[in-house]
């Protein structure tokens, strides 16, 4: 399924295109995560303008190849990554991949997901500068196509997101642990 912010040329708002990941993750019936009042950093509102910039969905290859989107080609910070590793869903994801799925799975995953991997690294490569882990408000209401010209990101394509062998991961498996 191609959701629309998924276009290079997209002409949504990044505030639509959250909202279009948003209905995406609950017509696949998955919980959205959202920041309370109190939290000083919006961290899942930063984790969701990701999947929307880089145009990235939620299927397992897809969260691998958004960690390198982040990592290679924005400006996190260290601080935040160890705070979004202390979120509860998070823990309990990383505790239920670990006892269902080894210690191995992850980079199996990668493995298995390196051409794509080798692809979003070449992408940040190219860009005009990073994106702001960090969103500030001001690029909510701008287009995707004005923000990824800006930039310099390049989405993946249908084709280039094809890993070299798919893995199999079902999200229920979280359910199990809590």
């Not at 708002?13 to 019936?29: F, N, P, S, V």
């Not at 995707?144 to 893995?167: A, D, F, N, W």
């Amino acid at each position: 399924m191609l959701l629309k912010y998924q276009n290079q040329d997209s002409e949504q708002t990044l505030r639509e295109a959250i909202e279009e990941y948003h209905q995406y993750l609950t017509d696949i019936g998955r919980q959205i995560l959202a920041d309370g009042t109190e939290d000083a950093d919006p961290i899942w509102l930063y984790h969701d303008a990701t999947h929307a910039i880089f145009g990235q969905d939620t299927t397992i290859e897809d969260e691998a190849a958004l960690d390198f989107w982040v990592f290679f080609g924005t400006t996190f910070s260290w601080r935040l990554l160890k705070q979004y590793q202390q979120i509860p869903e998070i823990k309990d994801l990383s505790r239920a991949i670990l006892s269902e799925l080894g210690i191995m799975f992850i980079p199996l995953l990668y493995w298995r997901n390196k051409r794509v991997l080798w692809t979003v690294i070449r992408n940040t490569r190219r860009m005009n500068k990073k994106w702001p882990f960090e969103l500030p408000a001001t690029l909510l209401d701008r287009r995707l196509s004005e923000l990824r010209e800006e930039y310099g990101i390049t989405v993946l394509t249908s084709e280039q997101k094809v890993p070299s062998r798919l893995t199999e991961f079902d999200y229920s498996i979280v359910g199990k642990i809590s």
